[in-house]
């Protein structure tokens, strides 16, 4: 079934840096692939999310990319501020067929 | 408009009881998810419901059901708690029954097992 890998566990940003959060996933047939941001206490916040024949897709400071011959995507946050700590989750579409299968999730502290 | 909200916030239930979540969509939204995150861990997919009928199961134990009615609205039920039952449930809801659409998640149900 899908598998959906997640790297780094934590990052630590000084304000103003950029943060890159990378996903693999193993299911070729996956085609669409969010993001979500979970603050403590708070249910997932979707931010950003692709499509397979999409390579690129940007809002405002936040950008996602895609490789579908590598299977991997990425999350890029520019400018970090300090409310853009959180956990944040990458997701891929299931091999249930009607689910996400989730990241472990990446905890990103933004330093001021 | 209101998101999708999710009831009761907190709930503490001793071993062996049983408990019932409920989740509102969003206005207009059709489908409904329920996953289970353990502290530390990304959400895991327990069901989805689309148009009143089960779409999706999980592999969770049969102690866990779901149902969804003619309004959108949706319970999830665990019997027989066990210890390992204690996690934050989501319930998620999108437009389509589709799952590569927008999903989007309530606050969650903090269930502790004692």
């Known amino acids: 079934g899908e598998n959906v890998e997640q790297h780094p566990s934590t990052l630590s940003v000084q304000e103003g840096d950029s943060a890159v959060i990378k996903c693999t996933y193993s299911d070729s047939a996956s085609n669409y692939f969010p993001w979500y941001k979970q603050e403590l206490g708070k249910g997932p916040q979707l931010i950003i999310d692709?499509?397979?024949?999409?390579g690129e897709k940007k809002d405002q400071r936040i950008a996602v990319t895609l490789n579908k011959t590598a299977k991997h995507f990425s999350l890029h946050i520019t400018e970090t501020q300090p409310e853009d700590s959180a956990v944040y989750f990458c997701a891929a579409i299931g091999n249930y067929g009607q689910n996400f299968v989730f990241g472990p999730g990446t905890r990103l502290s933004v330093l001021p | 408009d209101a998101g999708v909200t999710q009831s009761p916030t907190h709930l503490i239930k001793t071993r062996g009881q049983h408990v019932t979540l409920r989740c509102s969509p969003i206005?207009?939204?059709?489908?409904v998810s329920w996953y289970q995150q353990v502290l530390g861990q990304g959400p895991q997919f327990i069901f989805q419901y689309y148009e009143k009928e089960e779409r999706g199961r999980g592999n969770f134990p049969d102690r866990f059901s779901a149902r969804q009615f003619p309004n959108y609205s949706s319970e999830l039920n665990v019997n027989a708690l066990l210890l390992g039952d204690s996690a934050l449930y989501l319930c998620?809801?999108?437009?389509?029954?589709?799952?590569?659409?927008?999903?989007?998640f309530g606050q969650g149900t903090r269930l502790t097992v004692v």
């Open positions: 692709i499509r397979s024949n999409v």
């Open positions: 206005s207009g939204h059709k489908s």
């Open positions: 998620a809801s999108s437009f389509q029954g589709a799952v590569n659409t927008e999903a989007f």
